[in-house]
């Protein structure tokens, strides 16, 4: 034993003349996306005219007239959210209806057009300020389907939504996340045309030429979409991740034309991809209530805290390395998350990685849920919604 206990010192000795040395043998996360990772849950808000008409998917023909929020507080939304453990909020900007919440210049489909606050509102800022007084991390979702545009489906509608990412990007300070959704064409009101337009999902929004711009506008933000690049879907709304949630990921296409939100074989999403092309970890979205708009007919069926607790240890919790150094896994058994931990750091520096991570997956419920001090032999449980989880 004396001998190991020697040997254990000296490599930690030159770990830093190896880490120089050793090149990764796989895919590593970029420092957005550990960031990304730490933060564990985050909430996703959606709140527009959809609100106000009692739609999910609105149509693109309501007046923007009807939104009116009678007692809208941001920062009551965000105490809320940071109260039940939530270290992040991204709001979506415009959903499909393609209304924005803030005062765009590239339509009039937006807030400015509405009699509240005398058409001087902006939600977006409204939720930007109140995430950093609360210390939150902000982020963002922008629809690329916009069932109100008359442009839709043409180059120039292309332009114009670059040109929403751009004031978005630029005007609301640091973001932690850009969302971009793979639901993208269908029917809609189109400026009045009622009909439906259906686009090459592959090449139609030059994605490539899309995300250069929103890296160059907000450099440490990760990317989410159906195929990454920084962070995917986890493929379905229940919030489960698949019992082993590989952080790698090659998105395959359904037929020759290249991979691209809402053109992927998302049956692979939940589980990633043994020494997969990208590190790209699985974000898990699912709504509290059965939709994720507010409707009244809804009242009542919130998810429990059981649910919660279910749907959290299916997402965080997936895909554990139940092996690995005996000191590890005696360590696991007093404080299940620490090989992750471990793993976490292993990941950051080698890209090497035998088996998924058990808290390795997830934004609604993301990543690692137990963090190693730096320079110390310590352990420590963040604080989650659930008692079990409140250890030190």
Known sequence: MKYLFTLA???????PLLAQAIKPISPVPGPAQLRWQS????????FGLNTFT?????????????????HFDADQVVRAAKAAGIKGIILVAKHHDGFCLWPTKTTNYQIGASSWMNGKGDVVRAFADA????????????????????????????QLYREQWR?????????????????????GYYGGARESRIIDRSHYYGWDTTWALIRRWQPGAVIFSDVGPDVRWVGNERGYAADSTWETFTPQSPDHRPPAPGHVLTRYSPYGTDRGKYWMPAECDVPLRPGWFYHPADEGKQKTPEQLWEIYVHSVGRGCDESGPGSYARRRARHPGCACAAYLRQVATAGFFPKPCQAGSAANFIGQS??????TDAFTYRRQRHDRLDHS
Request: aromatic residues 18%; hydrophobic residues 35%; glycine residues 12%.
């Open 370 to 375: 137990f963090i190693q001090h730096p320079g």
């Open 167 to 187: 004031e978005l990007a630029t005007q609301y300070g640091p973001l932690f996340e850009c969302w971009f959704d793979g639901a993208n064409g269908g029917s």
């Open 9 to 15: 010192f000296v490599l930690l000795d030159v770990q």
């Open 54 to 70: 009692n739609q999910e998917w609105g149509y693109g023909d309501v007046s923007p007239d009807r939104f009116q929020p009678r």
């Open 131 to 158: 995430c950093r007084r609360e210390g939150l991390a902000f982020g963002l979702y922008c629809s690329p389907w916009d069932r109100h545009s008359a442009d839709y489906g043409t180059y120039r509608y292309v």
């Open 39 to 46: 933060l564990q849950m985050i909430a996703i808000v959606h």
